[in-house]
């Protein structure tokens, strides 16, 4: 995807300094007298593309301030970065789903990698249909449910209809899209699935980066599936925001657990995720949130490095990188992209994980 630069307003911000804040730091990225510039580092990395927006806008950025450092994201789905990193090709990987107890022994264990939150998202239901306005389309949790199970086939379904007065739905077949690649954007739908349904639950085992649909055909990458989905008549799919909102296409208004309908938005995401306290990566899980206007189906997306660093000059730019990125500098360019800050809790978090790294028992970030 080609890397956009935009420029941040002042609203934005203003709501970033609110959320993120910015740590008074001494590493290259936060400036100041007598500061050395990162170390000049080719750095790579695999992974989810939920966030790959938000990374390739803020990599051209990065590069623009420190040209000397370059950053390349591939992309890929979580399940290919997280297998890209085990095997030490890439420098970083991401995922929307922090690593399982059996991906962390694959990388040497829990102790030999950290995993910080890198930005916050919401993921929208997407439709082609035509005679059905953007936003015009109501879906609730049984509905969903049903759309995935294959159980409601048609759009003039009467359950559909139930949920829709005065709207014109055709008597046409739905055309169910979802992800072919192990995705970290798959784990957060089905968990919230989950969490929502328990015949879905019984059905498919519970969530995860790949499972076996019930019902639909698959794409890879969230503009894989984008892709479908505007080229399907009667289709309808799992899609990250920031591709929703940059392709023009239609969006469900989802029926959240306060029971109010919502279109999801990065305010949606920051709602939710503001009911859930002391998120981590053992604690993950924001879907199905409680508040009026929480986007149901929202999630951080992860980076995940390794603790120390063979290479200290290579490990050196990753974690001023990555540093950057988790600040208002960095996190203005996710914002632009319709993700959300994220909140000073995590970013306080991610600091905090960020001075563990090292290379020969020296840590790589110092920030007061």
């Known amino acids: 995807m080609k890397s956009v630069l935009v420029a941040l307003s002042a609203g934005a911000a203003l709501l970033l300094t609110a959320c993120g804040g910015s ?8 400036g100041g007298a007598g500061v050395p510039p990162p170390p000049t580092a080719s750095l ?153 349904s328990a015949d879905w639950k019984a059905k498919t085992g519970g969530p995860g980066k790949s499972i076996t649909w019930p019902t639909g055909d698959g794409a890879q990458g969230n503009a894989g599936v984008a892709t479908r989905i505007t080229q399907t008549p009667g289709a309808i799919g799992y ?26 938005s990065a305010a949606g995401a920051t709602a939710a995720a503001k009911a859930f306290v002391g998120s981590s990566p053992s604690q993950f899980s924001i ?6 206007d929480s986007a149901p189906i929202s999630g951080y997306s ?18 001023d990188y990555l540093y950057w990125l988790t600040i208002a500098e960095g996190q203005q360019y996710a914002v632009n992209l319709h993700y959300a800050a994220l909140p000073g809790s995590m970013a306080s978090y991610d600091l905090l994980v960020l001075k563990g790294v090292t290379s020969g028992g020296s840590a790589l970030l110092s920030v007061s």
């Open 287 to 292: 879907v199905n949130a409680s508040g009026t």
């Open 44 to 196: 790579t990395g695999a992974g989810a593309t939920f966030p790959k927006p938000f990374y390739d806008a803020a990599n051209f950025a990065y590069n623009k301030k420190f040209s000397q450092v370059t950053i390349n994201y591939g992309g890929g789905g979580s399940g290919a970065g997280i297998q890209q990193l085990t095997k030490k090709v890439v420098d970083f990987g991401a995922s929307d789903v922090p690593l399982s107890s059996k991906e962390a022994d694959a990388m040497g264990g829990s102790d030999k990698v950290i995993q910080i939150a890198s930005t916050l998202g919401t993921e929208s239901l997407a439709y082609n249909l035509d005679g059905v306005a953007d936003g015009q389309l109501k879906l609730t949790p049984a509905t969903i449910a049903g759309i995935f199970l294959g159980k409601i086939k048609k759009w003039n379904d009467p359950a559909m209809a139930a949920d829709n007065s005065g709207v014109s739905l055709p008597n046409q077949d739905i055309h169910v899209i979802h992800r072919s690649d192990g995705s970290g954007t798959t784990y957060i739908f089905t968990d919230y699935l989950c969490s929502v």
């Open 302 to 319: 992860w980076i995940i490095l390794y603790k120390d660093q063979a290479d200290k000059t290579k490990g050196t730019a990753l974690v």
């Open 239 to 264: 899609v990250e925001l920031a591709y929703v909102l940059q392709t023009k296409m239609k969006q469900a208004a989802l029926k959240n657990r306060d029971g109010n309908f919502v279109i999801p």
């Open 23 to 30: 740590p008074t730091g001494t590493n290259p990225s936060t």
